[in-house]
């Protein structure tokens, strides 16, 4: 049976303003473009997901890959995930300094790894027996980045901001698809938090948290405050309210309510089952998203 393609694609949830609005829609636009081709040929929704989120870890605007947020001691550190709805089977790295493209990591430890999950040095290793370059980390930094945390440090103190709050960036990347064997998959990437403390690990790469793929449920990617996200193990619930019959909008929507009701998170995530149904939900001002059909190409900053 061929089942009809379909590519859901998020570029961040928190309060975008208006002179980067066009920023992300072209940046979530050209992950679609990346991960429609693949499955326009027939390809798998693992490597649509995963060049969908290449372009965006590439593209500046958002919190992953060069560009990123720089943690505390001024360095870019990027974790990222990958799950396979046909087999449960998934790859993460966290808190690597030298990938440009973690999500290609994590690719390399779903596919040719019997473990779910490397972190920091070893991920590294790990991607480079795998044939990936390792680069400098002062490639991944941009100025951009330089001065925001230097005027964030430079405030803290005085003012007491809030790193997690929805006016702070929060662009990590995600994908799902399903593809014309009826398989889902999800793929999520970020930079973490602004100023986070060395190490930190936040909800994007953990399983279940920022990413999770199943077939008989459904296939989540998350963005937002990380911590929040992981108490609640957010893209599991999610997927388990569409294994229990729900709709994926309804789910998404209720994923967000949950998120803000039992810990006050703020965030967004995108769904979509094998029968192709999908959810865009977030409780941020703006999420940017972009859905790729075989008859339709739809891209917003708010919910469906």
């Known amino acids: 049976m061929s089942n009809n393609p379909i590519l859901l694609v998020h570029g961040g949830a928190w309060a975008i303003p208006g002179n980067m609005v066009e920023a992300h829609l072209n940046g979530v636009r050209n992950a679609i473009a990346a991960g429609w081709r693949v499955l326009e040929k027939g390809g798998t929704a693992l490597d649509a997901v ?13 919190d992953a890959g060069r560009g990123s947020f720089l943690n505390r001691e001024g360095k870019v550190q ?8 046909a087999t449960l089977r998934a790859g993460g790295v966290g808190c690597v300094e030298h990938i440009a ?30 044939g990936l370059p390792l680069c400098e980390n ?24 809030d790193t997690f709050a929805p006016t702070i960036s929060h662009d990590t990347v995600g994908a799902v698809a399903l593809d014309t064997s009826g398989n889902i998959a999800a793929a999520t990437s970020t930079g973490g938090t602004l100023n986070k403390a060395p190490g930190r690990l936040g909800d994007s790469s953990l399983i ?5 793929a199943d077939n008989q449920s459904a296939a989540a990617s998350t963005t937002g405050w990380g911590e929040p ?7 599991k619930w999610a997927t388990d309210r569409v294994a229990s019959g729900n709709l994926p909008q309804w789910a998404a929507a209720e994923a967000m309510n949950y998120l803000k009701d039992r810990v006050n998170g703020h965030g967004g995530i995108i769904l979509l089952d094998s029968q192709g149904r999908t959810g865009i939900a977030h409780n941020t001002p703006r999420m940017a998203w972009a859905l790729r059909t075989s008859d339709r190409l739809d891209c917003g900053l708010e919910s469906k």
Do not use: W
Not at 50 to 62: L, N, R
Not at 139 to 159: C, G, H, M, T, W
């Open 208 to 212: 279940g948290c920022g990413c999770y």
């Open 101 to 130: 493209n973690p999500i290609r990591a994590a690719r390399k430890v779903l596919s040719e790894s019997p473990h779910v999950y490397f972190v920091g040095e070893g991920a590294e290793r790990f991607a480079q027996e795998q």
């Open 229 to 235: 996200i992981m108490k609640l193990v957010l893209a």
């Open 50 to 62: 995963e060049e969908a989120v290449v372009v965006m870890e590439d593209d500046e605007t958002f």
């Open 138 to 161: 002062k490639e991944l930094v941009i100025p951009r980045e330089v001065e925001r945390l230097r005027a964030f440090q430079s405030n803290a103190s005085k003012d007491n901001q």
């Open 78 to 85: 990027l974790d990222a995930l990958m799950m396979d709805g």
